[in-house]
């Protein structure tokens, strides 16, 4: 299901749970949702469509895959770079702190743990829908 897209700061500011696999029915939303904005946005956090728990969907360049990470952390960045980003969740863009690189490690949707690299502007995209869930705003 589609859902509409919450702009709310207190709630936007709120660390996110941890998923579990009584929760993923968020998935599916979440998934819905990142497709019917797909012009315009490249990522998703859950909390970005009101459901506070750690999971964010991205939709890499030149793929039609949808990558959906459950309960990501990022455990190692280098190559820090200033930018200015947009969010779906707030008007107009700010200078944020982006990284090169990442390492991040996370469960898929059949719950199965990966530790992946990305780089370059996937990197980035990760990069600020993780904040999300840690409740950090650009």
Not at 5 to 10: A, T
Not at 61 to 81: H, L, R, T
Not at 122 to 129: L, R
Request: glycine letters at 6%.
């Amino acid at each position: 299901m589609v859902r509409e897209l919450v702009k709310d700061q207190f709630f936007l500011r709120l660390k996110s749970e941890p998923m579990t696999k009584d929760d993923m029915a968020v998935v599916e939303d979440l998934k819905d949702t990142l497709r019917a904005y797909s012009d315009e946005c490249v990522g998703m956090s859950a909390n970005m469509i009101g459901v506070n728990k750690a999971v964010i969907a991205i939709q890499p360049e030149n793929s039609d895959e949808m990558v959906v990470m459950i309960n990501p952390k990022i455990i190692k960045k280098s190559g820090a770079y200033e930018t200015e980003e947009g969010c779906m969740c707030l008007d107009g863009e700010r200078k944020t702190t982006r990284h090169r690189n990442i390492t991040i490690e996370y469960h898929d949707e059949e719950f199965k743990k990966h530790i992946k690299l990305y780089s370059g502007y996937i990197a980035e995209i990760i990069e600020h829908e993780c904040d999300h869930l840690e409740g950090i705003i650009i």
